[in-house]
């Protein structure tokens, strides 16, 4: 970037700033944002944090705007958006207002949002189908569809109730003859530290498919639903299993199924509460009566112990296996390594988790692995479960291992960030990966090279 370009950029930059610092101070200074922050900052003490720590400082206030940038939508009204952006459209038949005629159907697939589980307080994924039948009179803008449904998305909520949420409101804001609404929802299902080293084949994701009609769509039998999820299979998508409106997903939610609360911290649980009311919500409706105790529960996951890691500790279980699951030759001797170790590990900027796997790299003589997968898998697990940004998660795992498999390792961390998904930059399908190297990956690009052509046979 040259001189001008530099310039350039910095104005820019500060433009930028200025615009941002106009918009946020508003933000930052409203009642409800401050409520936040103080909850959090208790919840991060809770924690065993240091909230003066550089990492943790601005976290009050990001968690304040990414809780209340996910629930906006208690503060959105479906008029609003519909009203202006219905209009008629005439068919070749009739001079007005026949879109499709009888049994013309308008369909929008794969619309992606993020929720909040009501339950649980973490987000969740939802894959979004509506289809309406036209009226007769008008049709509605296509991207207004999408709209109508995040803002119920942006609530506290529960798969079935959003989508009969999303389903009347279209019905009410178009008034066709009908609306269809099916959602693909994903919720992360986030082990606890035994189970994560104890279950190696943990089902990271809870799903449920849910269908809400109106109108024509209320029977569930009617043709018309034959024709939507036709409409749905042109595209792979089928949703043989969904629920319909008024059954219940008792055990949609992970933390529903865990019923060992266990001693939960007092003040943790009622600085939960008060989150929830300063987002608009009422603690005391039925449906979020456990959720604070449920999310401190989860939270302390990531309790930072300040123990050191007793690696005695880890159990190495008979069968455990000292063949690397990888190995390469490189100049004579070989690079071994161990792939697919899964991590879980929460965001410390927007107490959001993130997750993935950890590929290890490092040279043996004898290719074998001298401590065995299990105890590098727990190093991973506990590095994870714990406040972290990946970078750090990667160097840390690199130093550590470096003490038991030699001076020589390579880390690769592959992970998906919730905070770029769920909200601000909505960055779906987004990755991350790191790398960390110790001794001769760092000097040797064909070391490195080699290592990571392995990596992508491996999963
Ligand atoms: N380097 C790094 N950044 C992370 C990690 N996890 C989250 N982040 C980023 O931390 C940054 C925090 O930026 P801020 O501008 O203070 O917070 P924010 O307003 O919530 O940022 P946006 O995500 O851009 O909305 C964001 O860019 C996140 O994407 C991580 O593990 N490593
Ligand atoms: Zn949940």
Redesign the pocket.
Same mark, same amino acid.
């Given at each position: 970037m040259g001189a001008l370009d530099e310039c350039h950029y910095n104005e820019e930059l500060e433009n930028g700033i200025n615009v941002g610092e106009c918009v946020e101070l508003g933000f930052e200074g409203e009642p409800e944002t401050l409520a936040i922050e103080d909850a959090v900052g208790v919840l991060l003490q809770g924690l065993g944090e240091d909230i003066n720590r550089e990492g943790l400082r601005?976290t009050p206030?990001?968690v304040a705007? &990414?809780l209340r940038e996910g629930t906006r939508g208690y503060k959105q009204k479906v008029n609003d958006i519909v009203s202006g952006a219905l209009f008629p459209e005439a068919g070749l038949e009739s001079k007005f207002g026949h879109a499709g005629g009888a049994g013309g159907l308008v369909i929008v697939r794969d619309l992606d949002h993020f929720s909040y589980c009501e339950s649980c307080l973490l987000p969740f994924q939802v894959k979004c189908h509506v289809g309406y039948v036209p009226s007769g009179q008008r049709v509605v803008g296509l991207s207004k569809l999408s709209r109508v449904a995040e803002v119920f998305a942006k609530r506290l909520q529960d798969p079935q109730r959003l989508a009969d949420e999303v389903c009347s409101a279209l019905q009410q804001g178009i008034k066709p003859t009908g609306v269809a609404v099916v959602l693909q929802c994903s919720h992360i299902h986030f082990p606890d530290f035994e189970s994560a080293i104890f279950d190696p084949n943990h089902q990271g994701w809870v799903k449920v498919s849910v269908m809400s009609g109106s109108g024509v769509f209320c029977n569930e039998k009617a043709d018309c639903w034959t024709d939507f999820l036709s409409l749905l299979r042109f595209r792979d998508i089928n949703v043989d299993d969904a629920c319909g409106r008024g059954s219940v997903n008792k055990s949609w939610c992970p933390s529903q199924n865990n019923r060992k609360m266990g001693a939960s911290d007092p003040a943790m649980v009622s600085a939960v509460s008060s989150i929830l009311s300063s987002l608009g919500e009422d603690p005391s409706r039925k449906e979020l009566a456990e959720t604070p105790a449920r999310f401190v529960k989860w939270l302390l996951n990531f309790k930072n112990t300040n123990l050191d890691m007793k690696l005695n500790g880890f159990v190495r279980s008979k069968r455990d296996s000292l063949t690397p699951n990888g190995d390469v030759s490189c100049n004579e001797e070989h690079i071994c390594s161990e792939l697919n170790l899964s991590f879980w590990s929460q *965001?410390? /900027? /927007?107490l959001i988790p993130?997750h993935g796997v950890v590929h290890i790299g490092y040279f043996s003589s004898n290719r074998i692995n001298p401590v065995g997968k299990s105890l590098l898998q727990s190093v991973v697990h506990f590095y994870g479960f714990k406040l972290?940004?990946?970078?750090?998660?990667t160097r840390q795992i690199a130093e550590t291992v470096s003490t038991f498999l030699g001076e020589d390792v390579m880390v690769v961390v592959e &992970?998906n /960030?919730t *905070?770029?998904i769920s909200?601000?930059?909505e960055k779906f399908g987004s990755s991350?990966a790191?790398v960390a190297v110790l001794g001769r990956f760092s000097t040797d690009p064909t070391a490195r090279a080699k290592f990571l052509q392995i990596i992508p046979n491996s999963s």
């Open positions: 601005k206030l990001r705007k &990414a *965001c410390e /900027h /927007h993130f972290q940004v990946q970078e750090r998660l &992970a /960030h *905070c770029m909200r601000g930059i991350t790191t």
